[in-house]
């Protein structure tokens, strides 16, 4: 099964963007507030085996000057789960986002 993951996670926080920059991808900032960078917003997982884990993480850092925290993140479709942190992300740290793929659903899945 050939399987390409793209990363629709949409996450609400009051005053949270997204941007990329410096070891993260090309710099878009879009709010003056708070910024988060992620490392890359594609995972390609090639093929997987029928009911073998399908995993990724997606590396997110902030870069704004003050504290941010995610209140939630959602997947586009049911087949994904996401796992982030609950807890405020400080100013300058990294935190991930894993993404699992259920992967005892049999075809292609992009």
Not at 4 to 29: D, G, H
Not at 44 to 62: L, R
Request: hydrophobic share 40%; with cysteine.
């Amino acid at each position: 099964m050939k399987t390409r993951f793209l990363l629709f996670a949409f996450i609400f926080c009051s005053s949270l963007s997204f941007a990329q920059k410096q070891e993260f991808e090309s710099p878009a900032k879009t709010s003056k507030q708070s910024t988060v960078l992620f490392k890359n917003l594609v995972y390609d997982f090639g093929k997987i085996k029928h009911q073998s884990e399908a995993k990724a993480v997606f590396v997110f850092k902030n870069i704004s000057k003050q504290p941010v925290k995610l209140t939630n993140v959602q997947t586009s479709c049911g087949c994904t789960a996401a796992d982030w942190p609950r807890e405020e992300i400080a100013k300058r740290k990294k935190q991930k986002i894993s993404i699992v793929y259920d992967s005892r659903i049999i075809g292609k899945f992009t």
